[in-house]
């Protein structure tokens, strides 16, 4: 069961596990603290590893109004100032990416350390950087639960999804849309007017050969406005690296922020 904190009237569920210094994971677009539940058993040896749930996700709350990039940004300095924790390593995936690179920019005091994985840039959309696959996903999210397997395989690689039968259901609990799921897909689309060329923390990329969600040459161009970054890819891996190969994306955490 996750504990719970007011982060400016929003009552946000969070929890923290392990022991080390402070790793803060941020997850996807529809995700929640939960898409963490594996790799987390590879971390928490050595980190602290806090997860919460974002505005309008998981058991966290909402606002009237769409959450924007920088008040999820503002979310997770506050959690970690109430955590007591001055900075901490900071995980990003997808969605959550973009709020880590919001964070970095916004409070870069709180973060050590940045790990971007299957993420895009903030200046843009990703209806706009892959508007064919976005297209693909919003109209298979629409027809759940059938369209279920269609969904999945977007998001993992056949290979994946024949080794891992039970992968293919995995969107059928999908929550149905409602006022809480559009504020959040409003919040997915907002472009803040923040230049991650101001980053100078180490940033490791991770980047999935074989993801179509998030291709991976847009992951890699972060690299160029980034003043200290490296990147790595994964072979064979699609969007869903922390589902699909947790523990190597657990190594590549501990390699960077040793």
């Known amino acids: 069961m996750p504990d ?42 050595r980190f602290t590893v806090i997860t919460y749930d974002q ?8 606002a009237l109004q769409p959450a924007t990039l920088t008040e999820l940004a503002d979310d997770a300095a506050a959690l970690l100032e109430a955590l007591g924790h001055g900075s901490a390593f900071v995980f990003g995936t997808s969605f959550g990416g973009r709020v880590a ?14 790990v971007l994985a299957h ?3 903030l200046a843009v959309s990703i209806g706009e950087a892959n508007p064919e696959v976005a ?12 369209s279920a397997e269609a969904l999945a395989a977007l998001f993992h690689p056949p290979a994946f ?15 149905a849309r409602s006022a809480r ?13 923040l230049d991650i060329a101001t980053v100078t923390q180490p940033t490791l990329l991770i980047a999935g050969e074989l993801d179509r969600v998030v291709p991976m040459a847009l992951t890699l161009s ?9 990147a790595v890819v994964l072979p064979g891996v699609g969007h869903l690296s922390l589902a699909q190969v947790p523990e190597v994306v657990a190594g590549h955490v501990h390699a960077f922020c040793a």
Do not use: Y
């Open 222 to 230: 972060l690299a160029e406005p980034l003043r200290d970054s490296r």
């Open 181 to 193: 799921s559009e504020r959040r897909a409003a919040a997915v689309e907002d472009r803040p007017a």
């Open 101 to 114: 690179q919001a964070l970095a920019v916004r409070h870069p005091a709180r973060v050590r350390r940045l």
């Open 55 to 62: 505005r309008d996700c998981g058991d966290t709350t909402g």
């Open 4 to 45: 719970f904190i007011d982060l400016g009237g929003i009552r946000t569920a969070f929890e923290a596990a392990g022991d080390g210094p402070p790793l803060l994971m941020l997850h996807g677009a529809e995700g929640s603290r939960r898409q963490f539940e594996a790799v987390r058993a590879h971390l928490a040896d």
């Open 161 to 175: 999804l024949a080794a891992h039968p039970a992968a293919r259901a995995h969107f059928k609990s999908a929550p």
């Open 135 to 146: 297209a693909e996903i919003a109209r298979l999210r629409a027809e759940l639960p059938a």
């Open 119 to 121: 993420t895009w840039p």
